[in-house]
């Protein structure tokens, strides 16, 4: 044979070679790519699975701090209508007409302004527990929150997401 057959047998090998690594590259490549699609993939569905969760617990902390809400301020209304009817029971005792007996009507004076300051304690009572059972129970909610989103930030959990899968 001669030199140039040589030649051009070893150029087909060579290219041969070169063919079958480009080719051997471009599978790695793929796969390479499925890999990365396929983290991704994961990545975004564990996403979205926390997202759900921090979802439900959103509207669970909300629910749960409506319902306190609620209860306040009916605990709230009541105490000021027992404060109103002490305010009418008060009025009514302060109305009636001082004995004549001059002893008998400083007592009743002295009475009167008893019951005048039960009847301010009562209202400052009513208005400081209204504040204080508020307060509480926005700090129950932000607590609750709290403990939520430091649960998020855990490694994922499935709490809720049983209803949340598409199977």
């Not at 209202?123 to 709290?146: H, N, P």
Request: proline content about 3%; hydrophobic content about 45%; glycine content about 4%.
């Amino acid at each position: 044979m001669s030199l140039r057959t040589w030649a051009l047998l070893g150029a087909v090998l060579a290219f041969a070679l070169l063919y079958a690594s480009h080719q051997r590259n471009l599978r790695e490549f793929a796969d390479y790519k499925r890999q990365v699609a396929e983290a991704n993939a994961r990545v975004i569905e564990q996403a979205n699975r926390d997202a759900i969760i921090k979802q439900r617990n959103a509207e669970r902390i909300a629910d749960e701090q409506a319902t306190r809400d609620a209860e306040v301020a009916r605990q709230l209304a009541a105490a000021q209508l027992a404060a109103r009817g002490l305010r009418d029971e008060i009025a009514k005792l302060n109305s009636r007409p001082l004995p004549q007996d001059p002893r008998a009507a400083a007592f009743a004076r002295e009475a009167s302004t008893a019951r005048s300051a039960l009847e301010q304690c009562g209202e400052r009572y009513t208005a400081v527990d209204g504040a204080a059972k508020s307060l509480g129970s926005q700090v129950i909610g932000l607590q609750a929150w709290v403990a939520s989103v430091c649960q998020q930030n855990a490694p994922a959990t499935t709490q809720g997401l049983d209803a949340a899968s598409p199977d």
